[in-house]
């Protein structure tokens, strides 16, 4: 420990440092018994004012968030997905689910729930109170993420019982909030599809009704009717089967007619229905999305009523006292002595 050693010059005395050992041994020697009793009253005033702190208890609960993914890559035989709908532990998860606990809803709902502002006696209608709530929460719930990737959620109450229900409904609050993001999202997706889906149903029935006026006019099958239509033609010349020349004319000329739009019709038809196809195969993977809750942690280990305090530490908080009480104490014995020695030189000049 640093102390003064002061020495008087010939002209006018000065003040010089020394931190040598025989400096602080004689510094500590002298006044050993007052700072023995300053630190010592130090800690047991602290001790005693440690009684008057309500004790606190810890709420710990422990567990895994589940990899997201959507519950129709799980059900779908037509595609594959890179991840396993068992993994766990990832580190952008862990991530993730800490900014969810984070947010106003489950922080509300937990205030809410508890009747925090009772508790924490908050008058809501104060001045800043809602800066104080939040200030008195984020002191006693706290979340974080542990070395192997899980989400450890811990409260902080003098209520052993409410600090354990608090960590355990954060983390059920946590798997119902996320499924309903992700029910919601998916309800959204299926809107977009269903109206995409109507759209693609309405066109089709009006290519359907467009092909049925054509096919009325005897056209079914355009490139086999044409062939065959055709070859009858070149036969009836051939004969010289004028009856049947101009029958056979009409028919060709309804074909001329009519032949491009049954073929893009036609063409068009297919590939809408099979758009429609696909896209209702789309549909029920996203319902099957927006209408399932499947459990997105998994639990390591539930809070319990904990049966013993984690705040105050009464003996660290005594010699924590004490300890200042010392550094303080030999700086005031220092600042005395040094006060003390310009007196003196002063009254010697």
């Known amino acids: 420990m640093a102390t003064f050693v002061f020495k008087e010059e010939r002209m006018n005395p000065q003040t010089q ?3 040598s050992s025989p400096g602080v041994i004689d510094f500590l020697t002298t006044n050993w018994k007052k700072l023995l009793i300053i630190s010592s009253l130090s800690g047991l005033i602290a001790l005693g004012v440690s009684f008057f702190i309500k004790p606190k208890y810890t709420g710990t609960a ?12 799980l059900v779908s035989t037509g595609r594959g997905t890179d991840k396993d709908f068992l993994d766990y532990g990832e580190e952008e998860e862990a991530e993730r689910v800490i900014q969810i606990l984070q947010a ?5 709902y937990i205030i809410a729930n508890y009747d925090l502002w009772k508790h924490y006696d908050i008058d809501p209608k104060s001045s800043k109170a809602r800066t104080k709530m939040m200030r008195k929460y984020k002191e006693n719930v706290s979340f974080r993420r542990t070395e192997f990737n899980s989400v450890e ?17 954060l983390v059920h609050k ?20 269903e109206m995409k889906y109507t759209e ?19 056209i079914n099958d355009y490139q086999s009717q044409a062939e065959v239509v055709n070859k009858e033609y070149a036969s009836a010349v051939a004969s010289g089967n004028q009856r049947a020349i101009a029958a056979l004319q009409e028919k060709l000329d309804t074909l001329s007619k009519y032949g491009s739009a049954y073929l893009s019709l036609s063409s068009e038809l297919d590939l809408l229905t099979e758009q429609k196809v696909l896209l209702e195969r789309k549909r029920e993977e996203i319902k099957t999305d927006a209408e399932s809750f499947v459990p997105q ?5 539930f809070a319990y009523e904990a049966d013993s305090k984690t705040y105050p530490k009464r003996l660290l908080i005594a010699l924590g006292a004490a ?4 550094i303080l104490g030999s700086l005031f014995l220092l600042l005395y002595q040094y006060i003390q020695f310009f007196k003196e030189a002063e009254n010697k000049g």
């Open 17 to 19: 440092f020394s931190t």
């Open 62 to 73: 422990v567990f895994y968030p589940a990899v997201t993914q959507s519950i129709s890559n």
């Open 104 to 108: 106003n809803e489950i922080r509300e």
């Open 153 to 169: 959620i811990s409260v902080l109450d003098t209520d052993p019982k409410r600090a354990a229900g608090m960590a355990n409904d």
């Open 174 to 193: 946590l798997d119902t909030m996320k499924n309903r993001i992700q029910q919601e999202r998916a309800q959204q997706g299926l809107l977009v599809v």
């Open 200 to 218: 693609l149903g309405n066109r089709i029935d009006l290519l359907s009704d467009s092909l049925g006026i054509i096919r009325s006019k005897g």
């Open 297 to 301: 942690i998994m639990p390591i280990d």
């Open 323 to 326: 300890f200042s009480g010392l």
